[in-house]
């Protein structure tokens, strides 16, 4: 149980263009999402929590009108990469969390290689 | 202000060697803690995690860790590793909900 997917696993656009990570709970019902961002050899860094049906919180430093973040239901979030550079290159990855879930307690869905040439 | 250490980027082990990864952590209250493992072009998987109560938890796939308060550290063990343990590494810390993670540690397993 509490298994999370993201589609696609990688893609590849080029600069300017904008693209879009599907996260989705497949079990569970996630109250809140996370997004992160991995660098190569590098931690995951939090870039925005979102809970269904209100606007995402985004941690400082992140460009919320780059990456527009929506959580329309209880089982889907979106990360929309706006007008994608190629320093946006990196590994995406959603996490879900579901309603009274412990602490922390997080579901990590595979992640998503993007790749802007 | 939240943080986690995982001091070894790097280790290699032989296969059926013992395995010891370190995590020290800064929180300001009681701390939440756990490890997550990450492998190549997979989500991250929950290892274990502390709460509360009994200092030395056990997890998935034989792995354990001790919390200890006076070292603020979450170190994680296992008596053999097995090659399909090669991986990368992560330890966090939360007091509520948003998880801070550490830089990881890859672990190497020779044959």
């Known amino acids: 149980g509490a298994v999370v997917s993201q589609h696609p696993s990688w893609v590849i656009c080029k600069s300017g263009t904008s693209v879009k990570i599907e996260c989705r709970s497949l079990d569970f019902q996630a109250t809140t999402m996370f997004w992160y961002r991995q660098f190569p050899k590098q931690s995951l860094m939090l870039m925005a929590t979102s809970n269904e049906g209100s606007k995402a919180t985004y941690e400082q430093g992140v460009e919320k009108d780059k990456f527009l973040i929506n959580h329309a239901s209880l089982t889907l979030s979106t990360l929309t990469v706006t007008s994608a550079h190629p320093e946006d290159s990196s590994f995406y990855i959603c996490s879900a969390g579901r309603l009274a879930g412990g602490p922390g307690e997080q579901y990590f869905g595979p992640g998503t290689r993007l790749t802007v040439t | 202000a939240q943080s986690v250490t995982q001091p070894d980027i790097h280790i290699t082990v032989s296969e059926g060697a013992s395995l010891e990864l370190r995590c020290n952590y800064s929180y300001g209250a009681t701390p939440y803690l756990f490890w997550y493992v990450q492998s190549p072009g997979q989500g991250l998987q929950l290892l274990l995690k502390?709460?509360?109560?009994?200092?030395l938890v056990q997890g998935i796939k034989g792995f354990e860790a001790e919390f200890k308060r006076s070292q603020s550290s979450f170190n994680l063990r296992k008596p053999s590793v097995h090659w399909s343990d090669a991986a990368e590494y992560f330890c966090a810390v939360t007091g509520a909900n948003n998880l801070f993670f550490g830089t990881g540690t890859r672990l190497t397993v020779i044959p």
């Open positions: 502390y709460f509360s109560g009994d200092t």
